[in-house]
């Protein structure tokens, strides 16, 4: 079984920079993309980011020019740059990913970024 582990997040002021970083533990089947997503307090959870294993990329509009997603170092592993950071940005930060038998893992326990104004 997939266990995702997500880290990086932390407090910071209003125009200021985070770089998260997710592993994925147990992967079997090559990863076909993975993903990052955020939820906001009584918000849905949103894809925000993605990358595919040809390194195609996708970014919420809210995020383009921002947020920068790249692979690890370690397999298996991706990170989110986040640069210009807004207090809208603030939520718990997640990733996820995808093979070719599974569309989505089971969800860790994320990563908490804060941005104050």
């Known amino acids: 079984q997939v266990h995702l582990v997500e880290s990086g997040g932390g407090l910071v002021q209003s125009g200021g920079s985070l770089r998260l970083s997710c592993a994925a533990f147990?992967?079997?089947?090559?990863?076909?993309?993975m993903a990052w997503y955020r939820q906001a307090p009584g918000k849905q959870r949103e894809l925000i980011a993605k990358?595919?294993?040809?390194?195609?990329?996708w970014y919420l509009d809210s995020v383009k020019g921002r947020f920068t997603i790249a692979r690890g170092n370690a397999k298996n592993t991706v990170d989110l740059q986040m640069n210009s950071l807004r207090p809208e940005d603030t939520a718990v930060y997640y990733c996820n990913g995808e093979n070719s038998r599974i569309s989505e893992f089971a969800w860790g326990q994320g990563t908490q970024v804060t941005v104050s104004s």
């Open positions: 147990g992967v079997i089947f090559p990863m076909n993309a």
């Open positions: 990358l595919t294993s040809s390194g195609s990329t």
